[in-house]
C-alpha cells in the first residue's frame, strides 16, 4: 500500500538539505541522480515558520524504512543534522494521482 510521509524539522536549513543529498548523490534540482528503491515523490521546502518540511510518497513503507536505515541516517549525521524531525506525519493512501507532464 502507498504511503505518504511528512517529516518537518526545526532548525534544519536549505543548505543542510541541499547537503544531505550531495552525500546521498541526488541532485533535487535536476532530478538526476541516486534515488531509493520504491520513492515515487519527493518535495521539500520551508513552512510558514521557517522550518524545512520534506514531503514523499513511497511505494510502502517499508521501502522508506530500508532507505533509513541504509542511506539517509548516515546522509544526515554527515550534514550536521544529529535530532529527530520535530513533527512526523505518515498516511496510507488510498490514492496517489501525479498530473505532472
Known amino acids: ?12 536549513t ?3 538539505y ?3 543529498n550531495e552525500v546521498l548523490g541526488i541532485d533535487p534540482a535536476s532530478g ?7 520513492m515515487v515523490a519527493h518535495s521539500a521546502g520551508l513552512n510558514e515558520n521557517g522550518h524545512l518540511v520534506v ?8 521501502h522508506q524504512a530500508r532507505f533509513m ?8 549525521a554527515k550534514s550536521g543534522i544529529t ?10 493512501l488510498v490514492t496517489h494521482q501525479y498530473l505532472g507532464d
Open 55 to 62: 514531503i514523499e510518497v513511497w511505494d510502502t513503507p517499508e
Open 1 to 12: 500500500m502507498p504511503a505518504e510521509l511528512i517529516l518537518e524539522f526545526e532548525g534544519v
Open 14 to 16: 536549505t543548505e543542510q
Open 69 to 76: 536505515e541504509n542511506r539517509l541516517s548516515e546522509a544526515l
Open 32 to 38: 538526476e541522480g541516486d534515488w531509493p528503491d520504491g
Open 18 to 20: 541541499f547537503a544531505v
Open 83 to 92: 535530532g529527530p524531525p520535530s513533527g512526523v506525519t505518515c498516511i496510507e
